[in-house]
């Protein structure tokens, strides 16, 4: 499954109000919840959680990508969360994260699951593209980016 | 007709898409005696490509590439099982590196004549970024490629196999 299936509106959510990294790391995996793509939000939560223990997936240029194996979903889900005020997320740069990408998946579909974290590492390398992403009024928006529309 | 097509490989990623497709190459030997190929690849270079972005500890390389190594097993005995339901015994191939790279160096060692693959992504963005490495492998392969849709069918397909 490519990435470019998982993205649709009811994914999306502009703009995040967490105001803090824990906030942040529920209010992605909600959106989650309130798409219906999970049940089990603090299974989901638990395991985020304790690979951002490990280190913080915060990148640089203002992107994250929190990520877990969890078997409390059945297939690859992502939630992609924008947040233009940035939040400190404990980024490599020492800068404010704006655009959260969270991917979370069942143990048994590691393939996928690399191949759509390393599609979101190649979206990381353009700037310009990220940019535009931060700078979307709604989740419409955001979608056309990803699609190249 | 039964010389048309010799050797069949279908490329398995764990997905429904490419059970689906394997189904379907099941029949398809059974019904032209070709012999038939199962193909997994490790996507390492992937994993690499995170590890470098930093997405990736370096324990994470080793147990992703781990689950992988396990989900190769698991799948490709998964369709053996499958093949063996009809009769049919097939030769499992797993391999490591990109994953269209690894499919077409396959087709290319084997000298395949059909490369058969699930269906690809209903959704087609512009974006460079977005690449689909069995799109990739269609393009690239040497040999004809089919690409199997309408799950229901090709199952009922499967199931009547006798």
Redesign the interface.
């Known amino acids: 499954m490519a990435l470019i299936d998982l993205i649709n509106k009811n994914i999306v959510k502009i703009p995040l109000v967490s105001t803090n990294k824990p906030a942040v790391l529920r209010e992605l995996v909600q959106i989650l919840k309130d798409a219906d793509e999970i049940e089990d939000i603090d299974g989901v939560l638990n395991t985020v959680q304790e690979r951002e223990y490990k280190q913080s997936t915060g990148l640089q240029d203002g992107i994250a990508v929190p990520h877990a194996k969890t078997v409390a979903v059945t297939s690859l889900k992502l939630a992609l969360g924008i947040a233009p005020q940035g939040i400190d997320f404990d980024c490599l740069d020492g800068e404010p994260a704006k655009l959260f990408f969270l991917l979370v998946a069942p143990p048994d579909m590691s393939g996928p699951h690399v191949q759509a974290l390393a599609e979101i590492a190649k979206l990381a390398q353009s700037k310009a593209f990220c940019r535009a992403l931060a700078k979307a009024d709604n989740a419409q928006e955001v979608v056309d980016l990803m699609k190249g529309e | 007709m039964s010389n048309l097509i010799k050797k069949i490989m279908v490329y398995v ?3 429904e898409q490419s059970v689906t497709a394997a189904q379907y190459a099941i029949c398809l030997a059974c019904s032209t005696d070709a012999e038939m190929f199962a193909h997994y690849v ?2 390492t270079k ?2 690499e ?2 590890l470098k ?5 370096q324990d994470e390389q080793v147990d ?1 590439e781990h ?2 190594e ?2 190769a097993e ?1 799948y490709l005995n998964y369709i053996d099982d499958l093949a063996r339901q009809k009769g049919l015994p097939i030769a499992k191939k797993r391999s490591k590196g990109t ?1 269209h790279q690894e499919i077409v160096n396959a087709v290319k060692e084997e000298n395949i004549d059909l490369l058969v693959l699930g269906e690809l ?7 460079d ?5 069995a799109e990739r492998a269609l393009r690239t392969a040497p040999c004809s490629v089919l690409i199997v849709k309408d799950e229901d069918r090709v199952w009922n397909i499967y199931d009547s196999l006798v």
């Not at chain 2, 972005?53 to 500890?57: M, Q, R, S, V, Y």
């Not at chain 2, 970024?129 to 490495?133: A, I, K, P, Q, V």
């Open positions: 990623d764990g997905t490790i996507n992937a994993v490509d995170l972005a930093k997405i990736f500890l992703y689950d992988m396990a989900d698991r994953i992504s209903r959704i087609r963005s512009r974006r970024e977005f690449y689909d490495e």
